[in-house]
C-alpha cells in the first residue's frame, strides 16, 4: 500500500481483555517497529523486526506484550489481561534497512 | 543510557524563528531524524541528516548537527501557526536499526 496502515485505529476494552493490534507495513519494506506513546508522553521502543532475524524484544514492558510478524509482511501486537496503564498509542513503523522509517496513524488503545 | 533529551515547551510568534533542541546519546549514531506529530495524529517525518553532515536545508527547515557535542536542532523560518506540533527528534543506533526518541517539543506559534 501506500503507506503504513494500522487497525484498528481506536479500541476500546474492558480491563483483563485480551487485544490484538494489527500493522500492514509497506510493501516491500523489511523492517518493522511497534512503538508505544502514553498520553502526554515521548515514543516508547516496544519490539523491532528486521527479515528472517530474531526480533528484537527489548522494550517489550511485560511478558502480557508480545508480536509476530508473519511471512516478513503483517505484524500482530497482542496485549494479554489489559490494564488500564496499557492506555496509550501504539504506532507501528517501517522501513528498507538504513532507510527512512514511516510510521501509521496509529491505535488508540483505551482500557477501562 | 538511551535517553534523548529535548526541552518540553517552546512559544513563538507568528512570522518568527523557532529552534528546537536536541541532545541525543549515541556518537555512532548515523542518521537523525526530525517528526512532527499534530494533535490526534501520527507522526510524520519532517527531514532527517545523515550523521556526514553538518548541516541541512530543506525550505523553512535547516538541521543543524555539531556531532562533538552530540546536539542535534532544527530550525524553523517564518514559524506559522500551522507549525504548531510536538517536534520529536530520534537517533538511528550505530550498528542497529533501533530508532530512540527524545521526549518531544511542543511548540505553539502565537499572533
Known amino acids: 500500500g501506500a503507506g503504513v496502515s494500522q487497525s484498528p485505529s481506536n479500541k476500546v476494552t474492558e480491563k483483563g481483555k485480551d487485544v490484538e493490534l494489527r500493522c500492514d507495513p509497506i510493501?516491500?519494506?523489511?523492517?518493522l517497529y511497534w512503538y508505544r506513546q502514553s498520553l502526554g508522553q515521548g515514543l516508547e521502543f516496544l519490539i523491532y523486526?528486521?527479515?528472517?532475524?530474531?526480533?528484537?524484544k527489548s522494550g517489550l514492558p511485560s511478558d502480557r506484550f508480545s508480536a509476530e510478524r508473519t511471512g516478513g509482511s503483517v505484524s500482530t501486537l497482542t496485549i494479554q489481561r489489559t490494564q488500564q496503564e496499557d492506555s496509550a498509542v501504539y504506532l507501528c513503523?517501517?522501513?528498507?534497512?538504513?532507510?527512512?522509517?514511516?510510521f501509521g496513524e496509529g491505535s488508540w488503545l483505551t482500557v477501562v | 543510557g538511551e535517553d534523548v533529551e529535548q526541552s518540553l515547551f517552546l512559544s513563538v510568534r507568528e512570522g518568527d524563528s523557532s529552534v528546537i533542541n536536541c541532545t541525543y546519546t549515541?556518537?555512532?549514531?548515523?542518521?537523525l531524524y526530525w517528526y512532527k506529530q499534530e494533535p490526534g495524529a501520527g507522526l510524520q517525518l519532517l527531514t532527517y541528516?545523515?550523521?556526514?553532515?553538518d548541516m541541512k536545508q530543506d525550505q523553512r527547515l535547516t538541521v543543524l548537527l555539531n556531532k562533538k557535542d552530540k546536539h542535534l536542532s532544527l530550525r524553523i523560518a517564518d514559524t506559522q501557526t500551522g507549525d504548531s506540533a510536538i517536534y520529536f527528534c530520534?537517533?538511528?543506533?550505530?550498528?542497529?536499526?533501533?530508532?530512540?526518541f527524545g521526549t518531544g517539543t511542543r511548540l505553539q506559534v502565537f499572533p
Open positions: 513503523a517501517s522501513s528498507w534497512v538504513g532507510n527512512t522509517i514511516y
Open positions: 510493501s516491500g519494506h523489511t523492517a
Open positions: 523486526f528486521q527479515g528472517n532475524s530474531a526480533p528484537d
Open positions: 549515541d556518537s555512532s549514531s548515523t542518521y
Open positions: 541528516i545523515f550523521s556526514n553532515m
Open positions: 530520534a537517533e538511528l543506533l550505530g550498528g542497529t536499526d533501533k530508532l530512540i
